[in-house]
Structure formats: C-alpha cells, structure tokens
C-alpha cells in the first residue's frame, strides 16, 4: 500500500494529477484503501454465510450446492424451515419479506430443536448463527405430517 502510494505521489509531483494537490492524492489513496478493506470484510462475512447455508441444507437433505446459487436458495430455505417452497417468492415482496424472514427463522430454528435464542440469533446475526447451526451439533427434524 504504501509503494501505491509512494507512486502516486510521485506521479502528482510530475503532473500533478491534473490539478489534484497532494493532500487530494492522499485522500483519494486513503478512500480507495478504505474501501478495499471494506470489501474484503463484506465477502469474508458472505463466505461465511454460504458455508453455513450449505452445511444447513445438507443436515435438511437438501443439495448444499444450492445454497450458493443466488435466488434460487430463497426458495429452499422455506423448505429447510418446514413451510412451502412458495413462501420463497413471499421473500420477493418488499416489507411482507420482513415478516416471512422472521416467520422462516422461527421454523428453522424449531427444525433444529432450538428457541428463541437461535431465532434472535439468525435476525441480528446470520452469517454466525447459520454456521452454529450448520456446523454444529444440532440435527434437522422434518416437519411433522399434516392431518
């Protein structure tokens, strides 16, 4: 980081980055850092979300592949939560998605025999509380049979 730098600066003392001072150079360098790390963070956090996922819909025997394919895992997290795989479309809608998510993470976590800990769990901290789950010793129960 600190050659890129290095280099930058020297490329604004030649020309001086039409028109940009040195102080801009530093800034936009800095922004630029700051923003790489920002991203770097985000898909750490996205990659432990799909890890999680995966082993979740594989303990639910479902293919853990399609945990990664994106839209098309909304429509079998439902299933993993014991409700119908339409409720996916159901997470589509803006705001009626709030009520079904919160709906979902209920039953997903009845699925694995666990309360009201794991559903705040899974609202406020999902990439975690997926990889408890998934990686955990918690086991997937089906739904019961409707009458």
């Known amino acids: 980081m600190q050659t890129m730098l290095h280099a930058m600066l020297m490329q604004a003392d030649s020309n001086n980055l039409q028109g940009m001072s040195n102080g801009e150079v530093v800034a936009s360098a800095a922004a630029l850092g700051g923003a790489l790390i920002f991203l770097l963070i985000y898909l750490i956090i996205v990659l432990i979300m799909l890890i999680g996922l995966w082993k979740m819909f594989s303990k639910a025997g479902i293919p853990g592949i399609l945990a990664l394919i994106p839209l098309v895992h909304l429509f079998f997290i439902p299933q993993v939560a014991g409700k119908p795989n339409w409720w996916g479309i159901l997470l589509l809608v803006p705001v009626v998605n709030i009520v079904i998510s919160i709906l979902i ?36 129960t089906p739904p019961p049979a409707a009458a």
Do not use: D, H, N
């Open 105 to 140: 993470c209920i039953g997903v976590a009845e699925r694995f025999g666990r309360g009201v800990g794991t559903v705040l769990g899974l609202i406020f901290l999902a990439p975690i509380f997926t990889c408890i789950l998934g990686l955990g010793s918690a086991k997937w």
